[in-house]
């Protein structure tokens, strides 16, 4: 059973285009966090969501958590070729590791 | 700082050889993590360690072992590689979560594994 499913699993958009990814779960979370992963390379944190309804914003990258804390969205504004990469999400309940959702890929034609 | 490194980057095995990655970390991280990843599923992770000489099973923790005899140090073992075995390998390190609320994870280059 997949805790966490991201959708959509691919997406290929021209750059200056607005994207929603989203992350899903029955279960609630204590905390979220997004990772970005480049090819070749480790994921990066992008933000961590602690609050239910919380909204964090990171330039162009608007992250939102779900009043029940049971789902998240990434919003990018105005993609660039840059922002070309693996979305994770990851949520964590409790003293217990991390579980990552499986990404939304992410492709920005220019 | 040089953040998490793993060794070696690139590795061909064949079926039954067995293998240790190495994964080191300068942060003074009390926590540290084996994933896999592999095509469509994302970051599994294999086992975990929350301090020097403590280790636990992940979500995929069979065919492998662990071990953390120093506190910037994690070992991923492979005893006989399987084909099954085939990924790429992350290790990350993050430190003690707080009040239930987990720290940023830093992970490692990867490293790409291949058991024919």
């Known amino acids: 059973t997949q805790l966490l499913e991201q959708s959509p699993q691919f997406l290929s958009i021209q750059e200056g285009e607005n994207l929603t990814v989203y992350c899903n779960s029955s279960s609630v979370f204590s905390s979220l966090q997004w990772y970005r992963q480049e090819p070749g390379e480790g994921p990066v944190l992008l933000v961590t969501?602690?609050?239910?309804?919380e909204v964090k914003k990171l330039k162009r990258l608007t992250f939102q958590f779900g009043d029940a804390r049971k789902d998240s969205s990434l919003h990018i504004t105005a993609a660039q070729p840059g922002d070309t990469g693996l979305y994770l999400c990851a949520g964590a309940r409790g003293n217990t590791p991390l579980v990552f959702g499986k990404g939304t890929r992410l492709s920005v034609i220019a | 700082n040089a953040g998490v490194t793993q060794t070696p980057k690139f590795r061909v095995l064949k079926t039954g050889q067995s293998m240790t990655l190495l994964c080191a970390q300068d942060?003074?991280?009390?926590?540290m993590y084996w994933y896999r990843q592999d095509p469509g599923m994302g970051l599994r992770l294999i086992h975990y360690?929350?301090?020097?000489?403590?280790?636990a099973k992940g979500e995929v923790p069979d065919g492998y072992n662990v071990s953390r005899l120093k506190k910037q140090n994690f070992l991923l073992g492979l005893e006989s590689a399987a084909p099954s075995q085939t990924s790429v390998y992350f290790c990350a390190s993050s430190y003690a979560s707080s009040g239930g609320y987990p720290y940023e994870q830093y992970f490692g280059p990867g490293t790409r594994l291949t058991v024919t």
């Open positions: 969501v602690v609050t239910g309804g």
């Open positions: 360690s929350v301090g020097e000489g403590t280790t």
């Open positions: 942060m003074n991280h009390e926590y």
